[in-house]
T-cell receptor, first 111, second 118 residues
Framework: QQQVKQSPQSLIVQKGGISIINCAYENTAFDYFPWYQQFPGKGPALLIAIRPDVSEKKEGRFTISFNKSAKQFSLHIMDSQPGDSATYFCAASATGNQFYFGTGTSLTVIP | GAVVSQHPSRVICKSGTSVKIECRSLDFQATTMFWYRQFPKQSLMLMATSNEGSKATYEQGVEKDKFLINHASLTLSTLTVTSAHPEDSSFYIC??????????????FGPGTRLTVL
């Protein structure tokens, strides 16, 4: 059973546009929700993360929106740039336990 | 963010040989490290959880005698692929989880190791 469901599988956005990737989870014990960015041939890099005590976290052009009641969280990339083209993974974990990853979203930003 | 290194970044070996991959947390201590395998255009597949000072916990379907994990210290875990075969060719990624402090339970990944078995 997929613990974290991610959509869309792929996304094409024009330069300057907003990229939105969504994730949903079932386990209410999860208390940490990170997003990772991965370029081909590289390991995933932590992009931004949120804990359930807040509904939104913003770092530069990247924002996480978190809806605890709906058990959903999303990544928004504002003013998307070609350099943002990568695969993005959401994840969830309960402190001290393993991380569960979404299936990934391949983002392409067109110049 | 915290830094995790992996060595080697690439390895090519002959079928039947063993390969050791090292994972180090450079600027923090990690009681827990994870080992993942990733196939092209797919998500990360957890292979095992490595805990310092105790035996690793393997995921279902992962052969513990083939993928030997040792977590010798709070900053080092090793994965040894024994008697490697072409089907073991993959991208192996480790990660380390922070303990304590304001950044607790954050997971940081190494750069990955591309293993090719001829």
């Amino acid at each position: 059973q997929q613990q974290v469901k991610q959509s869309p599988q792929s996304l094409i956005v024009q330069k300057g546009g907003i990229s939105i990737i969504n994730c949903a989870y079932e386990n209410t014990a999860f208390d940490y929700f990170p997003w990772y960015q991965q370029f081909p041939g590289k390991g995933p890099a932590l992009l931004i993360a949120i804990r359930p005590d807040v509904s939104e976290k913003k770092e530069g052009r990247f924002t996480i929106s978190f809806n605890k009641s709906a058990k959903q969280f999303s990544l928004h990339i504002m003013d998307s740039q070609p350099g943002d083209s990568a695969t993005y993974f959401c994840a969830a974990s309960a402190t001290g336990n393993q991380f569960y990853f979404g299936t990934g979203t391949s983002l392409t930003v067109i110049p | 963010g915290a830094v995790v290194s992996q060595h080697p970044s690439r390895v090519i070996c002959k079928s039947g040989t063993s390969v050791k991959i090292e994972c180090r947390s450079l600027d923090f201590q990690a009681t827990t490290m994870f080992w993942y395998r990733q196939f092209p255009k797919q998500s990360l597949m957890l292979m095992a959880t490595s805990n310092e000072g105790s035996k690793a916990t393997y995921e279902q379907g992962v052969e513990k005698d083939k993928f030997l994990i040792n977590h010798a210290s709070l900053t080092l875990s090793t994965l040894t692929v024994t008697s490697a075969h072409p089907e073991d060719s993959s991208f192996y990624i480790c990660s380390a989880v922070t303990i304590g402090g304001p950044s607790y339970n954050e997971q940081f990944f190494g750069p990955g190791t591309r293993l090719t078995v001829l």
